[in-house]
C-alpha cells in the first residue's frame, strides 16, 4: 500500500464542464504523478511535481492543468471536459529516497467518463 | 525519444506451461527499468527494478532478465492467480531529479487456464 486516495474513484460529466481529480498521499514523498491509461496508449504521463508548487507538464498536458500547494494533496484539473478526455487516470508517487526511492508507485485510479 | 514494445500483447497459457514475456526498449541512457503487474480496475502494482544489463530478480515464480536491448519476464509454471497485464516501464538518466518518469509499453495481457 503506497499511501496513495484517489477521489473521486468514479465520475461522469457533461462535455464543456471543468472537473477536479484529487490525489492525497499520507507519506510526505516529494514527488507526484498523474498519468492517464488508455487501450492501443498504454500509460501516459500528464503532469508531474517535485515539489510543493513546482509542477512541469508530461507527454499529453493539453487540456490539464495541476497544482500541488500542500505536499500531500495534487489535483489535476480539466477546465473543460471533452470526450477525449474519458480515461482512466492514476496519480503515483516516489519516495525520492530509500532502497526504493526511484520506484514509482501507484494509486488505484480514477474513471472518468465525459458524455 | 523512449520507446517501450511489449510482445506478445497477449498470452494464453495452461497452468504449469512456463513462458516469457519481452520488454524491448530504446532509451537515451537507462536508469532502471520496471516491471509491474495489473489486475483488471486496479492500478498497476510494481515487481522488479532492474538498473544494469545481466541483473536478474526473483519473486515467487516470476524472474526478470535485463540485456542492453531488452528485458524478459520468465514465469515458471504458472497458475491461474498469475493472470494479470504485465507492464514494462523504462526511466531515463536525467541531468536533474525533477521527473524521473517512466515510460510505459503497452503491455501483455496474460490469461493462465487451470
Known amino acids: 500500500d503506497a499511501g496513495i486516495t484517489q477521489s473521486p474513484r468514479h465520475k461522469v460529466t457533461e462535455t464543456g464542464t471543468p472537473v477536479t481529480l484529487r490525489c492525497h498521499q499520507t507519506?510526505?514523498?516529494?514527488?507526484m504523478y498523474w498519468y492517464r491509461q488508455d487501450p492501443g496508449h498504454g500509460l501516459r504521463l500528464i503532469h508531474y511535481?517535485?515539489?510543493?508548487?513546482?509542477?512541469d507538464k508530461g507527454e499529453v498536458s493539453d487540456g490539464y492543468s495541476v497544482s500541488r500547494s500542500k505536499t500531500e494533496d495534487f489535483l489535476l484539473t480539466l477546465e473543460s471536459a471533452t470526450s477525449s478526455q474519458t480515461s482512466v487516470y492514476f496519480c503515483?508517487?516516489?519516495?525520492?529516497?530509500?532502497?526504493?526511492?526511484?520506484?514509482?508507485?501507484f494509486g488505484e485510479g480514477s474513471w472518468l467518463t465525459v458524455v | 525519444e523512449d520507446q517501450v514494445t511489449q510482445s506478445p500483447e497477449a498470452l494464453r497459457l495452461q497452468e504449469g506451461e512456463s513462458s516469457s514475456l519481452n520488454c524491448s526498449y530504446t532509451?537515451?541512457?537507462?536508469?532502471?527499468l520496471f516491471w509491474y503487474r495489473q489486475d483488471p480496475g486496479k492500478g498497476p502494482e510494481f515487481l522488479f527494478t532492474l538498473y544494469s544489463a545481466g541483473e536478474e530478480k526473483e519473486k515467487e515464480r516470476l524472474k526478470a532478465t535485463l540485456t542492453k536491448k531488452e528485458s524478459f519476464l520468465h514465469i515458471t509454471a504458472p497458475k491461474p492467480e498469475d493472470s494479470a497485464t504485465y507492464l514494462c516501464a523504462v526511466q531515463a538518466q536525467q541531468d536533474n531529479n525533477a521527473g524521473n518518469m517512466l515510460t510505459f509499453g503497452g503491455g501483455t495481457r496474460l490469461m493462465v487456464k487451470p
Open positions: 532509451v537515451s541512457g537507462l536508469r532502471g
Open positions: 507519506e510526505n514523498h516529494r514527488y
Open positions: 511535481s517535485y515539489g510543493v508548487k513546482d509542477t
Open positions: 503515483a508517487i516516489r519516495p525520492g529516497q530509500g532502497a526504493f526511492g526511484n520506484t514509482i508507485y
